[in-house]
Structures are given as structure tokens and as C-alpha cells.
């Protein structure tokens, strides 16, 4: 009876460790939603990249700014200030559209604002149970106008490169100022 007992134990163990599987995690090399990538360019030499200055980046629906600092604290105002050539802007998952707010040279004497407006189609793509799904997109209209509609402030044209934004190793957009 001891022999019976012992064997029924021992397959009860083994069909135990035999259901379990591994862990879902979702490995960091994982490619994720990709942001459009808006490079900035030289109005009057149009194949020189340009910084910007002390630029702001707000998405005007939730209103969140865009951190170009994640070191430093989140009452510090210049944690928000972009001074590149190249920037990354998330679009929303949820909608068509996503409006950004971009101030050059906050808080200075020259500060100027425009609206810069993407439109697009989204295609969800399933990685996996851990990852769950990314969102790739087709730009089907970029604009940049104040927000009365009249045109832009400091932007002065718009290119879009790249329509597919699959990856973030490319340009998909140029802004000449």
C-alpha cells in the first residue's frame, strides 16, 4: 500500500510541474507603438539640419507636455524644453488625429507658437499575450497653422517623408523654419 501511495504521489508531482508554463514577459527588445520622427531643417539652406530652442511640446487634447529631460523634476520648467534637431512625437492610439502645440524659444521676447496636426489611419498588430499589440500608422494629412488658422508663426513649410511610421529609425517628417 506504502509502494502505491508513494508511486501516485510522485505522478501527481510530475503531472504538476508538467502543466505549468513559462512566465509572460515581454522582452525589452520588443518593438513598441513607434512616434513619428519630425526633424528640424533650415528654411534658407534646406539640406542643413537646425536646433530649436527652448521648444515646448504640448498635445492639446490631455495636455501633456513632452519631457526632453526625464532626470530632472517635474516642477523644473526646463525639464520640457527641446534644444535638437530631432524630436519624437507620440501619436494617440484611440483617434485619427493628434494636435501639438510646439513654442520656440519659451518664455523669451521672440517666443512664437503653431499647431501642428497629424492625421492619420492606425493598424493594430498583435505581438503576444505579454506584449499585447502596437499600433503602427499612415500619416494621411500633416498640417502646422496657429490656432486661429491663419499661417504658421515660426514653421514655415512641412514635408512629409515617410507616410509609414512602423519604425523610429527613419524621418518621417521635416519642418523648415
Known sequence: MKKISYIALTLLVLISFWNCEKDDLCAESTPTTPRVV?????ITAPTELKSVTDL???ETVTGNKLVANESLEEDDDTRYLFNTSKIYL???TTVDESIFNLTL???AVDEASDVLTFQYTRNEIYISRACGYKTNFEITNATGLISSGLP??????????NTSIDNETEVHVKIFF
Not at 515660426?154 to 514635408?159: P, R
Request: hydrophobic share 45%; aromatic share 12%.
Open 105 to 107: 524659444n519659451k518664455d
Open 38 to 42: 519630425v526633424e528640424f531643417y533650415d
Open 90 to 92: 507620440p501619436l494617440r
Open 56 to 58: 515646448v511640446v504640448q
Open 152 to 161: 504658421a508663426n515660426w514653421i514655415q513649410a512641412i514635408n512629409v517623408e
